[in-house]
């Protein structure tokens, strides 16, 4: 089944200790990106990967990072979490195909930092 | 990145059509236009993308007019499980920056 595997589904830690949300797709997808979804913001774009290697800031790329060793996964990395990065996150896969970007997301994970 | 205009939220009854427009005036030559659907605490569903004219799948409609400066989702006879926010992007294979927006929250009353 084609899916995006996103782990944990809900984590809760302390400012300032590090953490890691996987994300891993089996579609042999080029592009994945990951997004934080906040009430009344919608979905603001984090960072993205247009293929191993090659990672780019989306649009609030402050206190992440990540990194794109392997085509299926594409990790985020919190070095020093605040409060604000309290959120609902989303990772996305999706196959690049002239103007056809249909976008798979997995299950999210849900983030409090306290 | 052109950038869209949805509606807020919209009712609606079950058994109803349901329209909901999406602003972009500055839409690029190259661009399609994507919906997705989204539930609460789950990730969006792709539902239907386009490029001119009209789009018709299992699930939805989609209707660009010929300046395509603007689209319309048409869900045909919504039933309350069509509850959720929808959400029109712009954007071409080389636009990798998705802009989600807030979307358009729909409510489908019994």
């Known amino acids: 089944e084609a899916q995006v595997t996103q782990n944990p589904r809900y984590l809760i830690t302390v400012t300032g200790k590090k953490l890691t949300v996987t994300c891993s797709q089996n579609?042999?997808?080029?592009?994945m990106s990951w997004y934080r979804q906040d009430p009344g913001l919608g979905l603001r774009q984090i960072y993205y990967?247009?293929?191993?290697?090659?990672?780019d800031k989306g649009d609030v790329p402050e206190g992440y990072k990540v990194s794109r060793k392997e085509k299926r996964n594409f990790p985020l990395i919190l070095e020093s979490p605040s409060p604000n990065q309290t959120s609902l996150y989303f990772c996305?896969?999706?196959?690049?195909?002239?103007?056809?970007?249909?976008?798979?997301f997995g299950q999210g994970t849900r983030l409090t930092v306290v | 990145l052109a950038k869209t205009t949805q509606p807020i939220s919209m009712d609606s009854y079950e058994g109803q059509e349901v329209n909901i427009t999406c602003s972009h005036n500055?839409?690029?030559?190259?661009?399609?236009i994507t919906w997705y659907q989204q539930f609460p605490s789950q990730g969006p569903r792709f539902i239907i993308q386009?490029?001119?004219t009209k789009v018709t799948n299992e699930v939805a409609s989609l209707f660009i007019p010929a300046d395509r400066k603007s689209s319309t989702l048409s869900l045909p006879r919504v039933s309350l499980s069509d509850t959720a926010v929808y959400y029109c992007?712009?954007?071409?294979?080389?636009?990798?920056?998705?802009?989600f927006g807030t979307g358009t929250r729909l409510k489908v009353l019994a």
């Open positions: 500055n839409i690029a030559t190259n661009d399609y």
């Open positions: 996305a896969s999706s196959l690049v195909v002239g103007g056809y970007t249909e976008a798979f």
């Open positions: 992007l712009v954007g071409n294979s080389g636009t990798y920056k998705y802009i």
């Open positions: 990967s247009m293929n191993v290697e090659v990672t």
């Open positions: 386009g490029y001119k």
């Open positions: 579609m042999n997808h080029e592009y």
